[in-house]
């Protein structure tokens, strides 16, 4: 004949069982968590790939023939302007571009140019700023002139 169990042992089987479906009830939810997650995660990519267009910006190639608006190719219209001359006018003389010159030859040297950015420090002749825009204007060298006589502020 069998023993009868003892009520220690029955009790130390039930917490065993009381572990075990713990255990894979935690399994089981922690298995449930991970499907949602991830269905969600594939709305949100899928969301993302209908609003923002057909790429992730991981360089794979775009469907346009690169050319702007009119018809022409993107590259023919530049993306910085032409340089500008840069012109100081100071008491030592006239620089363009950082190389002393004499006002005719800045003048010369800016029509190439689209036009001149002219600089006047405070201890500049009036007179040879006068004459450096006639200069300018007799080239057909349109200028901007930039006085900083008076606390750096543009005129003209």
């Given at each position: 004949?069998t023993?009868?169990?003892?009520?220690?042992?029955?009790?130390r089987?039930d917490r065993l069982?009381?572990?075990?479906?713990?255990?894979?009830?935690?399994r089981?939810?922690?298995?449930?968590?991970?499907?949602w997650?991830?269905?969600?995660?594939?709305?949100v990519?899928a969301?993302l790939?209908?609003?923002?267009?057909g790429?992730?910006g991981l360089?794979?190639?775009?469907?346009?023939r690169?050319?702007?608006?009119?018809?022409?190719?993107?590259?023919a219209?530049?993306l910085?302007?032409p340089r500008?001359?840069a012109?100081?006018?100071?008491?030592?003389?006239i620089?363009v571009d950082?190389k002393?010159m004499p006002?005719?030859?800045a003048?010369?040297?800016?029509k190439?140019?689209?036009?001149?950015?002219?600089?006047v420090?405070?201890?500049?002749?009036?007179?040879?700023q006068?004459?450096?825009l006639?200069?300018l204007?007799?080239a057909?060298?349109?200028?901007?002139?930039?006085?900083?006589s008076?606390?750096?502020?543009?005129?003209k």
């Amino acid at each position: 004949m069998t023993k009868p169990t003892s009520s220690t042992s029955r009790t130390r089987d039930d917490r065993l069982a009381r572990d075990v479906a713990k255990q894979l009830d935690r399994r089981r939810m922690r298995r449930k968590l991970g499907w949602w997650t991830a269905v969600i995660a594939l709305l949100v990519v899928a969301a993302l790939y209908l609003r923002f267009g057909g790429g992730f910006g991981l360089g794979l190639g775009g469907l346009g023939r690169g050319t702007g608006s009119a018809g022409e190719p993107a590259s023919a219209h530049p993306l910085v302007a032409p340089r500008r001359c840069a012109i100081r006018v100071t008491a030592r003389g006239i620089t363009v571009d950082g190389k002393p010159m004499p006002r005719d030859e800045a003048a010369l040297a800016c029509k190439a140019t689209p036009g001149a950015d002219v600089v006047v420090t405070g201890d500049a002749r009036q007179g040879d700023q006068d004459a450096l825009l006639d200069a300018l204007k007799a080239a057909g060298v349109p200028a901007f002139l930039r006085d900083q006589s008076s606390s750096g502020s543009a005129s003209k």
